[in-house]
């Protein structure tokens, strides 16, 4: 990050954001572009309303003061030349308390406004939901107004109509005043002209209005008393909008917050003239140093902490394998607008306030400092599993009682630290001081922690230069055998029932429906998967002399090292957590120079066709620099205000659902934002597209060899675990998903012989989305593999590491969905035919076995020299059920302490499974 960025991003975008969250939260709530835009500009112009009085008040003062000094001045300049005019002058100043520097005082205003304007105009001039809006006379408020024509010139009102009110605004507001204040009020006015004649109308029409506003603000400065006018307009309007608004029949949203604004509109003035009229006993002393302590509190967990704690679970997420950038850069970027929010713009409004609001200000920002802490730690903490993009699988919903629950205790903590500041203001500045002791190390541990990860990564990792690919050979025989992670077995009939074509494509695959894993997670489940039933969770626990990541290394080794040691080409391709790590650490595969391994996560693009590998990569950075301090903000705040800030993972960014194309065009489009029915969604989700990517392009990975050399491909996928709705009945990625009509007409696909699919849940229904998206791609790299005669003699095993917790089916023990110990297993032979089910009992940890039969004689494990068989198959098997999947963690020589299952007999009958408690 560049100074200037740097600067831009501290000074700049705090206001910028929060211009845009007050529009699109406006927007969200009154539905009409226009009108959310009168309503920012009235926000922001109440919101800043006291600096631009101080401003007012600090400009008169400086008039006067410059006022009664003019004549001696011009005596001074009179009489005297050269170094003796100038040490003259300044004996002059010093005697009369007054520094030439002072003379800025009269710019303040116009300096305010300066961050402001910039804001305004980077946010909207670049909106995009404001394309193809109109408004009163204005067709597109996306483009200049173009009201009409004169000759070849067009002739744009709304840029004239507000010079027009800024200059009338001017001569109230100058009335009487120097000559030169006239003449920069005039310049600036017709310099905004100049700027702003073929912006688009939108950004125009906001300016105008903070022009009609600054205007009433300099008619009512005129009057005799303009507070108590102001009182009585405020006491009207709110009247107003109470009487318009009163529903005839229940309350809506938008009732409900109008009502609610003009209530404060009804009891501000009363307010004002309670706080007026009654007499403080006790003066409110400020305390400059505990509010910028505090602000500086604020600073670090919003800009360091949280950021901090999200990157520090996995940093390697945040880490593109193509275009590698160390993630420390998000926390700096959010620190940046953490800095701009608390301490310079918290600083300017302090530094403009009464001494008595200042004081206020102090015990304002202890509060917030203890509440902010208190909801960090308990409001919203069982949100699930958060993306890399910081979006949760499953949006935080709060119950009525969660929010009442929430907001008195967060009453009583702002009670105890009111009375804390009050009684004990020193212990309140200890306190905070010791607040920023305690995150700043802690903080930097993570740091530290994170760039060892990149620097790691960096080290063991080489930007791919060549597409990645495997061979697959004419004449010799083939074994592919690929991990679809998390994909549910027992959706595959359902799947099947709404695709009959995948049959086809499908063909000699037979499919086990009775078949199960051993644990719910990748790092318990994929070792018995990889090396058979030497590595399931039990028997890893019983090696305890040994590193679970050695163990973990060693069980993905065994079908490569084995299969290559009786001759044949063997490729890896996204070996899971191999190395521990979470993007697979390939350097395990080292001292075997003959293996072909690659990692393909980042390198295929979906959006190829529009929008380069190096634009997307950077379109996502730019969506998590802007939402990383959002979150913080989330994350901090009560209950009933963290659904309204999260925005559906789009944190209120404008142009989120607003592009209507199938490309991608800004950062809001890789947010996947759903219905209530789950029927319909915009935007994308790019985990999904990321893992999908490498599916739609396994025809281009495949390599045919006319040759007879045998080949084993062992392969890895995240598609069916990245879940997000889909367009039907193709089930592909679209930015404005309408699955309505289909749902409908096709609702009759969930059910077979009975028996129907639950999918009323939005995790229900995205689940089934993306494994039906995965077997849809694999149906048609299996015709490009018969197409190019490699389809009979390669032998294919479909397996997935675990299944998902969804609920299609009421299957439950210890009140566990049991379909997470469900995974997907088929299995195509050389030269077979038909789609076949077969009953038998079955496990992933079969694949090793499946995968040697008949081609290897007697399969021995090449680093321990037992047999690879099923024999372990028979009778009770272990299951772990843990969520401790985090290997940064559960990184030990044992799997720490969890919950076990016993089960034997049919894993669809709840009473096979038997709940044995922690071990």
């Not at 939901?129 to 709304?158: E, R, Y």
């Not at 990645?468 to 998390?486: A, C, E, H, W, Y």
């Not at 950077?618 to 659904?643: G, V, Y």
């Amino acid at each position: 990050m560049s100074i200037l960025s740097a600067i831009y991003t501290i000074a700049i975008t705090p206001i910028e954001l929060l211009l845009e969250i007050i529009f699109t939260v406006a927007n969200r709530v009154i539905g009409n572009t226009g009108l959310s835009i009168i309503f920012l500009s009235l926000a922001v112009n109440f919101l800043v309303l006291p600096l631009y009085i101080r401003a007012d008040e600090l400009q008169n003062e400086e008039r006067e003061i410059q006022k009664k000094m003019t004549f001696h001045i011009k005596n001074i300049k009179k009489t005297f030349k050269g170094n003796e005019r100038f040490m003259m002058l300044q004996e002059y100043y010093r005697i009369n308390n007054y520094k030439p520097a002072y003379a800025l005082k009269s710019a303040t205003s116009l300096l305010l406004q300066i961050p402001f304007f910039i804001a305004a105009y980077n946010l909207l001039s670049h909106m995009q939901s404001l394309q193809g809006m109109s408004f009163w006379f204005i067709k597109d408020l996306g483009k200049a107004d173009a009201t009409f024509m004169i000759g070849s010139f067009t002739v744009n009102i709304l840029p004239i109509l507000m010079t027009l009110i800024n200059i009338v605004s001017g001569i109230i507001y100058t009335k009487g005043h120097p000559v030169k204040e006239k003449i920069q009020i005039y310049g600036l006015a017709l310099i905004f002209l100049v700027l702003l004649y073929n912006s688009p109308a939108g950004l125009v029409f906001y300016w105008l209005l903070n022009n009609v506003f600054s205007l009433l603000k300099n008619i009512f400065y005129k009057l005799k008393d303009p507070k108590k006018t102001l009182s009585i307009l405020f006491a009207i309007a709110g009247i107003a909008v109470i009487i318009l608004t009163w529903p005839r029949n229940d309350l809506d949203l938008r009732q409900k917050i109008l009502l609610t604004a003009g209530g404060i509109l009804l009891i501000l003035p009363l307010l004002t003239l309670l706080v007026k009229t009654k007499k403080e006993k006790k003066k409110r002393p400020k305390d400059t140093g505990l509010f910028f302590f505090g602000t500086l509190l604020m600073t670090f967990i919003t800009g360091l902490f949280i950021p901090c704690t999200v990157i520090h679970v996995s940093a390697e997420d945040f880490i593109n394998v193509l275009y590698p950038s160390n993630p420390i850069y998000y926390v700096v970027y959010t620190m940046c607008i953490a800095l701009g929010t608390w301490v310079l713009w918290g600083g300017v409004f302090y530094f403009f306030m009464s001494d008595r609001m200042k004081s206020f200000f102090s015990e304002g920002i202890w509060v917030i400092c203890g509440v902010s802490l208190f909801d960090f730690m308990t409001a919203g903490t069982n949100l699930g599993i958060i993306s890399p993009n910081l979006q949760y699988k499953i949006a935080p919903v709060f119950t009525v009682s969660d929010y009442l629950q929430n907001a008195l205790v967060v009453l009583a903590v702002a009670l105890a630290f009111h009375f804390i500041y009050t009684r004990f203001r020193s212990v309140a500045k200890i306190i905070l001081v010791a607040g920023i002791v305690a995150v700043i190390p802690f903080a930097s541990i993570n740091l530290r922690s994170a760039d060892q990860i990149y620097n790691d990564f960096v080290t063991r990792n080489k930007v791919p230069e060549e597409m990645p690919s495997f061979t697959l050979s004419k004449d010799g025989q083939n074994v592919i055998v690929l991990m679809l992670d998390r994909a549910i077995g027992p959706e595959v009939p359902y799947i099947f029932n709404d695709k009959p074509e995948l049959a086809e494509q499908f063909d000699g695959f037979t499919y086990y429906p009775n078949t199960i894993s051993y644990g719910g997670h990748t790092n318990f489940a994929a070792p018995a998967l990889f090396g058979g039933y030497e590595y399931t969770p039990a028997s890893l626990n019983r090696r305890d002399t040994e590193l679970l990541a050695d163990k973990h290394n060693e069980a993905l080794k065994v079908m490569p090292v084995l299969f290559s040691e009786n001759g044949y080409d063997v490729t890896i391709c996204d070996p899971p957590y191999a190395g521990y790590t979470w993007i697979p650490d390939l350097s395990i595969f080292d001292e075997y120079s003959s293996f072909n391994c690659y990692n393909t996560g980042n390198y295929f693009n979906y959006f190829e066709d529009s929008i380069s590998s190096k634009d997307y990569n950077d379109l996502l950075t730019d969506f998590r620099e802007r939402n990383f301090f959002c979150f913080s903000l989330m994350k901090i705040s009560p209950a009933f205000l963290q659904e309204t800030i999260y925005d559906g993972g789009a944190y209120n960014d404008e142009s989120a659902g607003s592009n209507r194309t199938e490309s991608v065009t800004n950062a809001a489009d890789l947010i996947q934002k759903t219905n209530a029915t789950n029927t319909t969604s915009t935007g994308y989700d790019p985990d999904f597209l990321n893992s999908y990517a490498v599916l739609t392009h396994l025809k281009d990975m495949t390599k045919i060899s006319e040759g007879s050399q045998n080949t084993f491909l062992m392969m890895s996928n995240d598609t069916p675990h990245q879940n997000c709705l889909l367009q039907e009945p193709d089930y592909t990625p679209s930015n404005n998903v309408d699955n309505t009509a289909y749902d409908t007409d096709m609702a009759s696909r969930y059910t077979i012989d009975g028996r129907t699919m639950d999918m009323s849940t939005k995790l229900q229904v995205t689940h089934y989305h993306v494994n039906m998206a995965s077997f849809l791609q694999l149906g048609e790299w299996f015709d490009y593999m018969r197409e190019m005669g490699v389809y009979d003699n390669t032998r294919i095993i479909l397996v997935s590491d675990h299944g998902s917790n969804v609920g299609h089916f009421d299957i439950t023990c210890n009140d566990e969905d049991l379909e997470f110990y469900m995974p997907l297993l088929m299995f195509k032979d050389f030269n077979s035919t038909g789609f076949t089910v077969c009953e038998d009992f079955m496990t992933n940890a079969d694949t090793p076995v499946l995968a040697t039969s008949d081609l290897i004689s007697d399969p021995t494990n090449p680093f321990t020299g037992n047999p690879i068989n099923s024999d372990k198959k028979q009778g009770k098997q272990g299951i772990i059920s843990s969520d401790c999947w985090d290997v940064t963690g559960n990184n030990g020589t044992r799997f720490l302490p969890s919950y076990w299952y016993v089960f034997e007999g049919d894993p669809y009958d709840p009473e096979c499974w038997e709940y044995i408690g922690v071990g």
